[in-house]
């Protein structure tokens, strides 16, 4: 029973990607040269994706970036 919970709560989404044969060699050297799984590689690249377009990665992130930038009783200065 242990093991089926354990696999219950590492659940996760696949989704087939194909990439021309020059990106995936480079890929697969490069995973090989960081000693590297292709699904660190790939993890790593969409967290950096996020990253760049500013959305959150995981829940801890969105809840942060949900808090208020200026406080409901603070006044900022106002643009003339």
Do not use: C
């Not at 989704?15 to 020059?22: C, G, H, L, M, Q």
């Not at 697969?28 to 799984?37: E, G, L, T």
């Amino acid at each position: 029973m242990a093991k089926r919970q354990q696999a219950a709560s590492e659940r996760t989404i696949g989704k087939r990607v194909t990439f021309d044969p020059a990106t995936w060699l480079a890929l697969d050297v490069y995973a090989r040269d960081s000693m590297k799984s292709f699904q660190e590689l790939a993890d790593e690249a969409f967290a950096d994706l996020l990253a760049k377009h500013e959305r959150p990665v995981d829940l801890k992130d969105a809840l942060r970036r949900s808090t208020r930038r200026v406080g409901a009783n603070d006044n900022p200065k106002r643009r003339r």
